[in-house]
């Protein structure tokens, strides 16, 4: 499809005060614009599309087109398909892996999907010699999906079963049973026992066949993402935003279709960059990884649990490009230097485990906690020492401070990376000696190549079906819920760090005792959260009543490597409800279409109360100290009634009290009440 627009704007001004000839002003654009489509199956399972998009500018002669070779001018433009000003592409491959054509391997669903875009836009007209600007993409994305209830189904006895609990849930009609007429004077006829012995057998092979069968379902994806930015790009975009001159394919067919090999050196010496002593372009490399995985697992009836994992990483990584053909250490690069100052940012997020430290509770005078106690006095010693065993330009222990404590050459307790470790050690159990020397093998910053650990949510609705338990209540279910999450916001290259033998080798300028981390991480987070910790839903037998109740719990740390402190955020919130419905409440002096209003009143109301505290704790001298905190009280009362179909009305009182734990804040209290209408449309 094509797109041709026109705009054309003349403006004269009259000077109304003399016969001073004034000059005639001409505002106009011809664009252009070209879109394409191409979609192509390659086979049955997989499929090809292609969209591209060439932004075009009809050049025309300056001022009116009022001659005969302007308008040839203009006319041969068009035929020409006008100056390209941008160009964009995106193509696509998506392959629906027949591995469950594999008759033992059927319960698994995969596919993979490549993709990849290129642009290409025009250098302004005001600066031709500037250079043009290429970007490209690429992704991978796989994702695997496995049916577990296929592969256990293989097996008759798994799949007997498996029909039984699908069974279950049809209503069959119920015959009645008709009993013969017995005579209740013959007593010759004795009823022999029932033998249920074979009958717990089963019952019993059954709960161990089901624990066998535990994972339902499991799903696993994974997506990277690449990108190449390059400005001063010389060539011009004919086809497919690729220029045929001097015989290449400029930036050729790889770059277009979203290759991230370094075309830098390439394109200095095909003549494809623009060589200007006065401009700097930023050359951009960036990189973007998720990993998500899932799964759901039901060992017992009406137990059910979702367990899921996920991974972000993401770098950008920039240089400059600048042109200096005096330079002679510039001459392998025809002139061009490719590695002014370059920058590395990122960030890092990945579920992971911190059960284990969630329940050690403050010391109620000091505030002091075990857990950090742990990472003050041991775990910062343990990886300083694993650091400087790592490295082979540290000469190992020193001296014993004055204080007993001990540090390793170029690794003191203060050093970022023996912090961060020894943070993650603490808190989450994970690391040693071999996650140190992983992260030693690879470029990538410390921990981003750990796998993610899996937090779960729980549900299990079996309590209502106890004979005890029927009499009082219609429904039980109890839930759990846990998250913990690692976060790294951001992080840089450090343009100080020197490496030798595989090791860092730069101490820091400030106090020539620590070696240079390769990258700085001001702020590593862990936000955990139980929520809920348990929370109890109760349907009673009595008509209309309703209960619940709810523990949460959540915490937040963060560990500042450039102040030495770690700052911990912990909240406790009880929550307590009841609801009654009162059914058919009848309004009769409401009328509906000349019948009285009708309809259920529901009332609710929830009491939670909550503390909240911050304690800043100091690594340098363990000092403990809390900065904020408060306990809040919270009443929220409601009353809703359905008046018409699409229309309810809600009356609603709330209160919430604020009580700080430190002298700094004072207490506070607010109160809402009021009236909320409202209406649903549609059907």
């Known amino acids: 499809t094509s797109d041709i627009n026109r705009t054309y704007n003349e403006v004269k001004n009259r000077n109304i005060t003399n016969d001073a000839i004034t ?11 070209r879109s394409y489509t191409l979609r192509y199956d390659l086979s049955k399972n997989i499929k090809f599309d292609f969209t591209a998009n060439n932004d075009a500018r009809v050049m025309e002669p300056q001022g009116r087109i009022d001659t005969r070779e302007e308008k040839d001018s203009v006319r041969q433009n068009i035929v020409g398909l006008g100056q390209t000003t941008g160009y964009r592409h995106a193509a696509n491959m998506n392959w629906n892996i027949p591995i469950n054509k594999i008759p033992i391997l059927d319960f698994i669903t995969a596919t993979y999907k490549y993709g990849s875009t290129y642009t290409w836009h025009r250098r302004p007209f005001a600066v031709d010699t500037m250079g043009n600007t290429v970007q490209n993409t690429n992704s991978n994305a796989w994702n695997g999906q496995f049916n577990m209830l296929n592969l256990y189904n293989k097996i008759p006895y798994f799949k007997k079963i498996n029909q039984k609990t699908a069974n279950a849930g049809k209503t069959n009609p119920i015959k009645p049973i008709v009993k013969p007429v017995l005579n209740p004077k013959d007593t010759t006829k004795k009823v022999a026992p029932k033998d249920t012995t074979k009958k717990k057998d089963n019952l019993l092979m059954e709960y161990i066949a089901r624990l066998i069968m535990t994972v339902k379902t499991v799903s696993v994806s994974y997506n990277a993402t690449n990108g ?8 011009s975009s004919r086809i497919m935003g690729m220029d045929f001159g001097d015989a290449h394919l400029a930036p050729g067919l790889p770059f277009v279709f979203g290759n991230q090999s370094d075309i830098r050196y390439q394109a200095a010496q095909n003549g494809w960059l623009a060589p200007r002593n006065n401009i700097v372009n930023q050359y951009t490399k960036t990189h973007t990884e998720n990993f998500t995985a899932r799964a759901t697992l039901e060992p017992l009836p009406d137990l059910k649990i979702e367990l899921n994992a996920n991974k972000t990483y993401s770098n950008n990584h920039t240089s400059y490009i600048t ?6 250490s510039n001459n392998d690069n025809f002139g061009f230097n490719f590695e002014g100052t370059p920058n590395t940012t990122g960030a890092f997020s990945m579920s992971t485990i911190t059960f284990g430290s969630a329940f050690k509770n403050d010391d109620k005078f000091s505030h002091s906690n075990s857990v950090f106690n742990d990472f003050r006095l041991t775990q910062r010693t343990k990886y300083a020492e694993i650091l400087s065993n790592q490295n082979a330009n540290s000469n190992g222990q020193l001296n014993p ?24 050690a603490a808190y989450t159990n994970r690391g040693g000696e071999k996650t140190v020397a992983k992260d030693s093998k690879t470029s990538r910053p410390m921990l981003t190549s750990s796998l993610p650990m899996p937090n779960w949510t729980v549900k299990y609705d079996g309590f209502g079906k106890i004979k005890a338990l ?10 759990h819920a846990y998250r913990s999450t690692m976060n790294m916001n951001a992080f840089t290259n450090n343009l100080l760090y020197g490496e030798a033998n595989g090791g860092a080798v730069v101490k820091n300028p400030g106090n020539n005792k620590n070696y240079v981390a390769r990258y700085n991480i001001p702020t590593v987070t862990i936000s955990e959260s139980f929520s809920p910790l348990i929370k109890v839903d109760l349907q009673f037998v009595k008509p209309g009543w309703s209960g619940n109740f709810e523990i949460k719990k959540d915490r937040t740390l963060s560990l500042s490597t450039g102040n030495q402190i770690v700052s911990e955020i912990k909240g406790n919130e009880l929550v307590v409800g009841a609801g009654y419905v009162v059914k058919d409440l009848t309004i009769k002096k409401i009328k509906v279409k000349g019948k009285p209003l009708k309809s259920d009143l529901k009332l609710k109301v929830d009491l939670s109360v909550r503390k ?32 018409l179909q699409n229309m309810s009305i809600r009356f609603f009182f709330d209160r919430t009290m604020n009580k700080p734990l430190v002298s700094s804040t004072f207490p506070t209290s607010n109160t809402n009440a009021g009236i909320s209408i409202r209406f649903t449309l549609g059907s």
């Open 23 to 33: 000059q005639v002003f001409f505002n106009k654009t011809f664009n252009f614009n």
């Open 470 to 479: 029927k009499k009082t209540f219609k429904g039980i279910s109890i839930s």
């Open 228 to 235: 190449t930015i390059l400005p001063g790009f010389n060539p």
């Open 612 to 643: 909240n505290s911050t304690i800043q704790r100091r690594i340098l001298d363990g000092l403990n100290t809390p900065t904020a905190g408060q306990r809040i009280i919270t009443l929220r009362t409601s009353a809703e009634y359905q008046v």
């Open 401 to 424: 401070n004055p204080d007993g404590t001990v540090d390793f050459e170029g690794y003191s307790r203060e050093q970022q990376d023996v912090l961060v470790y020894a943070f993650i």
């Open 323 to 328: 042109y200096q053909p005096d330079n002679q």
